[in-house]
């Protein structure tokens, strides 16, 4: 799936000379980019030539200059420009004179993941851009969207997945889209002939899946017991994840339940977007929270840091210093 506006562009043959890609979901961002290309492909038979740069090696008048340097045949060119929010606004009115005279057989894309959707609407070039369908924000999905649109990517590799388990998926993968899309294409070949993906099928992929077992280790945390936490760490481990990543990873998620606790008794969407995690994530955390005393998080931060110096200083084995934290890591009062 690429934007809207841009599929609807492709089919009718009518793209814009440039465009303008802003927003922070990066993925969805650089799919577009893919499907731009294809099309762009199709119609000349061969690949465009492209150019990739960056807003802090090139000025902007003279990449736009590039682009008038296509030659009279050939399939065109193609020229990506990242970081384009950091230009001053006196190189933006480079864009402006290009598009009263844009180059013929160049098409041209301006990214710019630090603008907001205010900010372009009020901009005079990125206004016009708007204004033209050639302005397009590609934003992090909401959590209904989300299942939405892990419903559509599902369909496009022929399988029907429920709504459990695109929950328990977001459960496991987090609201990552790179993450979740690498996780639905393991699930779609794990689940071979079966059409259906279900909770089920989900929950059997863990012991093949890198990604399940350090949300099974950090689920773990709410258990009294240590069993789930040290076999969640012995699977991250056996499957070759770094100790310093699985580290950070408990580092974070500590992190997490202290802010949750914090935000207990407000109201449950600012939380879900102040920590930038799906409602239900966030109901699932805020249910782990309340099984810890704020002591015992600010303690179990601190044998981490702990574990931290002793992963940088000393040349003892990695795996036991984890295990020596994740045995002190269950809930407390």
Do not use: C
């Not at 802003?22 to 492209?50: D, Q, S, V, Y």
Request: no cysteine; net charge positive.
């Amino acid at each position: 799936m690429s934007h809207p506006i841009l599929k609807r562009h492709i089919e009718r043959h009518s793209l814009k000379p440039l465009y303008l890609f802003f927003g922070e979901e990066e993925f969805l961002m650089n799919r577009a980019l893919h499907r731009l290309e294809a099309a762009l492909t199709a119609t000349a038979g061969e690949p465009p030539t492209k150019t990739l740069r960056e807003a802090q090696e090139v000025g902007l008048a003279e990449f736009l200059a590039e682009a008038r340097e296509a030659t009279l045949w050939g399939p065109g060119q193609l020229l990506i420009l990242r970081g384009v929010e950091t230009y001053p606004a006196a190189q933006l009115k480079a864009v402006a004179a290009y598009l009263d005279h844009p180059a013929p057989r160049a098409w041209v894309v301006l990214l710019a993941e630090g603008l907001k959707a205010r900010d372009v609407e009020k901009h005079a070039v990125w206004g016009r851009l708007a204004k033209e369908e050639a302005a397009l924000g590609f934003y992090r999905l909401r959590e209904g969207e989300l299942y939405q649109w892990l419903t559509r990517e599902a369909r496009n590799l022929g399988k029907n997945l429920t709504l459990a388990a695109a929950q328990r998926l977001v459960e496991m993968a987090g609201d990552n889209l790179a993450e979740l899309s690498q996780e639905l294409e393991k699930l779609a070949l794990f689940s071979g002939p079966e059409n259906t993906l279900t909770p089920a099928l989900v929950s059997q992929l863990a012991s093949h899946s890198r990604t399940y077992n350090i949300f099974a280790l950090v689920d773990a945390l709410g258990e009294s017991g240590f069993h789930r936490r040290l076999a969640s760490l012995g699977h991250l481990l056996d499957l070759g994840e770094p100790p310093a990543k699985i580290l950070g990873m408990l580092a974070r998620q500590v992190r997490m339940l202290i802010r949750a606790k914090e935000g207990a008794g407000g109201n449950p969407a600012d939380l879900a977007r102040s920590l930038g995690l799906p409602q239900g994530v966030v109901k699932r955390l805020s249910q782990q929270a309340a099984r810890f005393s704020d002591g015992a998080l600010k303690a179990h931060l601190g044998a981490l840091h702990q574990v931290d110096f002793h992963l940088k200083t000393s040349t003892g084995s990695p795996r036991l210093w984890l295990e020596w934290a994740l045995l002190k890591m269950g809930p407390g009062k």
